[in-house]
């Protein structure tokens, strides 16, 4: 049995609920797949881990990606669909070097799809980007990303296992 944690009451419970579901949906169907249909997640992070992350990484996370981080500090969603990483796994990116095009203030947070894509948080705007293949989509918040990475997800659970919503 998977660890699920609970929905707590903030900016992304919509989102979240629906992780939940996809997630409880996905484990306890009869037709289980684990390679297919993985979902894990982690401990949320304190508030002292995120402020301390914060002051590392010179950055300062809008209210709803902090949110996601005090539901789970990094979570993988349903196989390759989307790779959330933990604060420590976003240092140790941050800390190494990046190709001389990649832009400077951007803090990657997450792999979409697993093919390579990356989704990035700008300092300097406070917007989200997918970037994959030299091209990139912004998105004006977090719960904006996640409602398009949870509709892929959504269409995968239902091929493999139908939902009843």
């Known amino acids: 049995m998977i660890y699920i944690p609970e929905v707590p009451n903030n900016s992304l419970k919509n989102e979240l ?3 939940v579901f996809l997630a409880n949906a996905a484990v306890n169907s009869d037709v289980y797949e684990e390679e297919l249909l993985t979902f894990k997640f982690n401990k949320p992070v304190t508030e002292s ?13 809008d209210e709803e990606y902090k949110d996601f981080l005090r539901f789970s500090n990094g979570a993988v969603l349903c196989f390759s669909s989307a790779e959330f990483y933990s604060i420590k796994e ?8 990046k190709s001389d095009d990649f832009p400077e ?8 799809v697993g093919d390579g894509e990356i989704l990035c948080f700008s300092k300097n705007t406070g917007k989200y980007y997918s970037c994959f293949e030299g091209e990139e989509e912004e998105y004006d918040s977090f719960s904006d990303c996640l409602k398009e990475i949870l509709e892929g ?8 296992v139908g939902l009843d919503n």
């Open 17 to 19: 609920e629906e992780i």
């Open 49 to 61: 881990e995120l402020v301390s992350f914060e002051k590392e990484v010179n950055v300062e996370f």
């Open 90 to 97: 976003i240092k140790s990116l941050y800390s190494k070097e």
């Open 105 to 112: 203030d951007y803090v990657i947070i997450a792999e979409v």
């Open 153 to 160: 997800i959504r269409e995968k659970i239902d091929e493999c």
